[in-house]
Nanobody
Framework: QVQLVESGGGLVQAGGSLRLSCAAS????????MGWFRQAPGKEREFVAA????????FYADSVKGRFAISRDNAKNTVYLQMNSLKPEDTAVYYC??????????????????WGQGTQVTVSS
């Protein structure tokens, strides 16, 4: 049974930091690229960041470059999203996801096979 379980969300003031974690089980973690997406109320789900299977390559949305960092630990089947200098516009439900594809496909939600249930991040001004 495939599971992706996010944790680490919460309420933080603008300029603060949070670290999200996503624990994976039920599939071969190292064979999947891992990504983070977010969805704010009334908006479509959008790509945030992704890390390749080996962890050697990372992709970021322009809106989070320089502030967020995605990492993965294949030994622990876990992917992380370190979020610094948070802004109110970062408020959303954050989802982790697993993709069997590679390259630019990381940016596309339909290319992800498995999804977590999401964790709420709220940034107050």
């Amino acid at each position: 049974q495939v599971q992706l379980v996010e944790s680490g969300g919460g309420l933080v003031q603008a300029g603060g930091s949070l670290r999200l974690s996503c624990a994976a089980s039920g599939f071969t973690f190292s064979s999947y690229a891992m990504g983070w997406f977010r969805q704010a109320p009334g908006k479509e789900r959008e790509f945030v960041a992704a890390r390749s299977r080996s962890g050697g390559t990372a992709f970021y949305a322009d809106s989070v470059k320089g502030r967020f960092a995605i990492s993965r630990d294949n030994a622990k089947n876990t992917v992380y999203l370190q979020m610094n200098s948070l802004k109110p516009e970062d408020t959303a439900v954050y989802y982790c996801a697993a993709s069997p594809y590679s390259g630019s496909s990381y940016l596309e939600a339909p290319k992800y096979a498995y999804w977590g249930q999401g964790t709420q991040v709220t940034v107050s001004s």
